[in-house]
Structures are given as C-alpha cells and as structure tokens.
C-alpha cells in the first residue's frame, strides 16, 4: 500500500498556497518555517510530484500544485466533518452551525425562519453569512460554512442539495406602466427590452434571464442594481421593469411606492429555494430539520 500524506502536511501546502510566502504560511500554521519547509518536502516526496516552484524571490505553485491543494481542502473538510461527527452524535441540535444565504432570501425570509428555529431547537444557535452564491459555496467547500441557503438552478456540483419550495417571479412596474396590464402577465418584447437587472454575480440575474429565454438583456444607460432595494428604486424612478421573485413582492417590499406586481402566465418562470451542505457534513440530521422548518414557515406565509 502506498505511503499516505499526513493532514498536517496538507494544512502546511494549504497556508502555503493562501499566503505563497514560507514565513507567512508558518507562521499562520504556528510552526517554524524549516518545520514547515520540511513537511512540504516530505509531501513532495509521499506523492512523487513537484507541488512548489521555490526561489529566493517568489514562490509558485505548480500545475499539479493547484489540483493539489483543491483535492486537500476537501480532505480536510472531510476530515474534520468526521471529528465533529464523533463529537457531536451524543448531543443534535445543539451548539453553533454557520449558515449562508443569499441576499435574495435573507431579508425575505429570515425574518420568519429564525424565530422558529429558536423556538423548535432553543438550543441550537445559527451564525449567519450573507454573500452571494459563488462565495457562499466557496466556503461551505472550505468548512467556513456548515450550510447554504440559495435558489436553483444553480451549479453545485457534489454538494448535497435538499431543495425546499419553489418561488415564482413577478412583473414589477410603475402602476401606469403598460406591460402591468391583465391578471396575468405574457412573456413580451413590449417590456422584455426594459427588462431592469441586478449586477453580475447575483443568481437572481441569470434566473431573469433564463426566464426570458434571452442571453443578455441591455439595462437602460448600463445601470444595473446591487440589491433588490435598488432595483425597486430603479423601476419606481421610471427607468424600466423587473422580475422579482415572489418571496420578496410578499414580503412588503413594495409598500409605499407607487408600483404594480403581476404573475406571469403559466407556465411561470420559478427558482427553487435549497438547502446545501458538503456531502461529508457531520450534521446532517440537523441539515435535514432545518430545511423542514424553513419549508414549514414559507407554506404558513
């Protein structure tokens, strides 16, 4: 069987990636820079691979270096998915879970769901992150997040993915817009073309767009928004229309402004809301009880 690398020399080629810089990576990993030197030597040495391009300047990963580090994370997140796993068997729902969410849900949602999850499990705190999704993911890859709050379809490649409810998209405009006309509104160039978008980076971007089947939608004088409170803006200023997601025309985001909502016509374009976490996660009982209280609280609402 062939010789394993230790998780120690793995943590030492992580720092050693996150700062490319012996001194800094030693001492992010409190050891001294020879005992860091030589562990990623030793690692070269168990995998039969050149992992760092070292001078007196620069430090470098290589190719191979890169793939690497990827596979390490995981590694470790396993690892210590396994640890808490041992330690916290005895005792569910309790103690600290960091959950991510997207800026699309929190404000919608949350307001609803923590009250009851203190009130279910009184004893089970949550340590909230909102970001969008790309980094949310990022960090729930590099055990920096237990969970993920986010909308579908999304790309979550081997995260486990426990979707909760599905949320449709309404047509927002000005109450004498004419595209907020009917019960019911049809997919149409008429308001397609004034089509409002949140910036790149939000999921909601591609979601409308998806929606309207169009690749890229041209915002009025390149404006686009960094939040839904902005696009609202937006739209109340006369500037266009925007698909919002129903959750948030709920959630009274609308109020006191002079705009109009309508669904659109079956079949309605829709993201799913999920849940996500690392396939190796130590609590998935806990993963699977909070999707039920978030799924409870949106069918109440």
Known sequence: MAALPSLRQLRYLIALAEHLNFTRAAQASFVSQSTLSTGLKELESTLGVQLVERDKQNVALTAVGEEVVARARQVLAAAEDLSDFASDASR????????????????????SVMPA???KFPALQLALREDL???????????????ALI??????????VLP??????WLVGREKDPAITGKAIQLSSNWTERLLLLEEGHCLRDHALQACSATEVANVDGMEATSLLTLVQMVASGMGVALLPEMAIHSGLLNNLALKSRPLAP???ERVIALVTRSTSAHMAEFEAIGRVISAVHKQR
């Open 164 to 169: 909760l409810f599905k949320d449709k998209f």
């Open 151 to 160: 909308a579908l379809p999304y790309d979550t490649g081997e995260l486990r």
């Open 117 to 119: 999850l203190r009130e």
């Open 267 to 269: 079949p309605a374009p």
């Open 92 to 111: 569910p729902m309790q103690g600290q879970l960091r959950l991510g969410v997207i800026p699309t849900i929190a404000p919608f949602l949350l307001p």
């Open 133 to 147: 999704t790309a980094h949310l993911l990022e960090r729930l890859r590099n055990r920096q997040l237990d969970f």
